[in-house]
């Protein structure tokens, strides 16, 4: 009695040590504002509009929709997100007990002179049984400490994978405006060097007529060769763009619809950026971030139930004969209960509990980090959206400008007012002029596809189970449907 009574004590004084405290989300350590937001009257939050609503290109929704078939890095992520749950569906199977039949045969002969009847003796045995191995009583929550880690664990890797679709679709995006950009600054390479020819010719002439002299002619032709230097080292940028977009959708896109130019991409809705609190924990990053907490809470609670006793059943139900004929008229059962209770191991439990500690304070730093680096990623790109605005409307104004310059300068040109150097030199300002307005262009769209991205997207659980899906049949088949 004072045995028993003395394990009983040991067991709930255990029982109540193991029980560890609710989860509770750390708090967020950052500020409960942006630094730099006004509220829109008609602004949307991310995670409303899904990609297809925001980039309206038709090009580029073709781009993403095959990256996000193609891409080896998202089917790494796939990948994972499937060995997550096959791993949760092996934790789990841990909680039900172990269930197979088994069949067997002995036969067996003693000589006659180790027999004692005279003569040898052959004997047989035949068993089926129903046997449940090893299954363990669940008491103090051990089993389902790991089953709700491994959970965890999956979600985690679910969030991750729907972090790094939601990354694919704005680097693709940027990429393709950086594409874009290039086409555009092509198209004016090519034009400013058909005007440089022409310029040529014309003082060429004028140089025979004796209105023009040498030294113009010589700085018309450098500038020829300038535009054609030009040319070349935008067309190898475009190609190194192209490259860079193949790799990300992961295959060589053809026959894609017609796209939209650079100004007419219609990103200029503003994106409500709300407040830190309801948007960070929204970002898929984040609520991964969340999830490996949660496995690290519950595999504390496993190591704490690891010093209780463990109780194990194995039992098995069947029927044995001596022969086939008769073997069901025979029936057999064993029951085998086992309790066993850690005295001494060495430090093994504590050092178990010690990791696992110190594992949820790692991972807890790992959240409250994703949480800053959020944080400020989200901070950045709200005021590089006011600032862009600002320098695309400057931008355009310049660029105006320098236009009208070029045509003055013309006219004074022809009227013998202005030399021909100050000719080009207002239409080298004027194609300068173009470039950046191209530029600051392209830097507000990749900005605004960045902080879609930032304030969590559109990219839904339910569409990365289909996309999941699909890689599957891709795999499955080989080919692409």
């Known amino acids: 009695m004072f045995v028993r009574a003395t394990v009983g004590s040991v067991a709930l004084l255990l029982a109540a040590c193991a029980a560890d405290a609710p989860f509770q989300r750390p708090a967020l350590p950052v500020s409960d504002r942006w630094d730099s937001s006004e509220r829109q009257p008609f602004a949307q939050q991310a995670v409303h509009i899904h990609w297809r609503s925001f980039f309206a290109d038709p090009r580029l929704q073709a781009l993403i929709e095959l990256a996000l078939v193609n891409n080896r890095d998202l089917r790494i992520a796939v990948a994972r997100v499937e060995e997550a749950r096959a791993q949760y569906g092996i934790v789990r199977a841990d909680r039900l007990p172990t269930i197979g039949v088994l069949g067997a045969g002995s036969f067996s002969r003693t ?33 389902a400490g790991l089953t709700d880690a491994a959970k965890s664990t999956y979600l985690a890797s679910a969030e991750a994978q729907r972090a790094f679709q939601l990354s694919l679709v704005a680097d693709i995006a940027s990429a393709y405006f950086t594409l874009l950009q290039l086409d555009q600054v092509a198209d004016l390479a090519k034009s400013t060097l058909g005007l440089r020819s022409q310029s040529l010719v014309l003082v060429d002439k004028g140089r025979e007529l004796g209105g023009a002299y040498d030294f113009d002619v010589q700085l018309a032709k450098g500038m ?23 790799y990300l959708v992961g295959t060589t896109p053809t026959e894609l619809p017609l796209g939209r130019r650079l100004d007419a991409q219609g990103l200029d809705a503003q994106l409500d950026a709300g407040l830190p609190g309801e948007v960070l924990v929204m970002r898929p990053d984040v609520m991964a971030a969340e999830q490996r907490l949660h496995a690290a809470h ?18 098995g139900i069947g029927v044995a004969s001596q022969g086939l004929a008769g073997l069901f008229s025979g029936g057999a059962w064993s029951f085998q209960p086992t309790i066993a209770i850690p005295l001494f191991d ?15 304070h790692i991972a807890v730093a790992d959240y409250e980090k994703t949480i800053q680096l959020a944080f400020r990623e989200v901070a950045d790109l709200l005021a590089a959206r006011e600032s862009l605005a600002r320098q695309v409307v400057a931008a355009a104004a310049s660029e105006g400008t320098q236009k009208r310059r070029l ?14 150097m100050e000719v080009l030199e207002s239409e080298r300002e ?10 600051v262009r392209r830097a507000q769209l990749e900005s605004a596809a960045q902080l879609y991205k930032a304030l969590g997207g559109g990219i839904t659980a339910e569409e990365s189970a289909r996309l999941r899906a699909n890689e599957q049949k891709v795999s499955a088949n080989g080919v692409q449907k």
């Open 407 to 420: 045509e003055i300068t013309q006219a004074r040109y022809q009227g013998g007012l202005s030399s021909f």
């Open 224 to 246: 020829v060769e300038s535009a054609r230097a030009t040319l070349d080292s935008v067309q190898y940028q475009r190609q190194v763009a192209v490259n860079r977009l193949n």
């Open 346 to 360: 060495g430090g093994r439990l504590s050092s178990a509990l010690n990791v696992a500690e110190v594992r949820k």
């Open 430 to 439: 004027w194609v300068a002029s173009q470039q950046l307005t191209a530029q």
């Open 298 to 315: 519950a595999n504390i609670d496993a190591a704490r139930a690891a010093f209780l006793p463990k109780v194990l059943l194995t039992t």
């Open 111 to 143: 000589p006659a002179d180790l027999s004692g009847v005279g003569g040898a003796v052959d004997g047989s045995r035949y068993d089926l049984s129903l046997t449940s191995v090893s299954f363990e009583l669940d008491f103090w929550g051990r089993i």
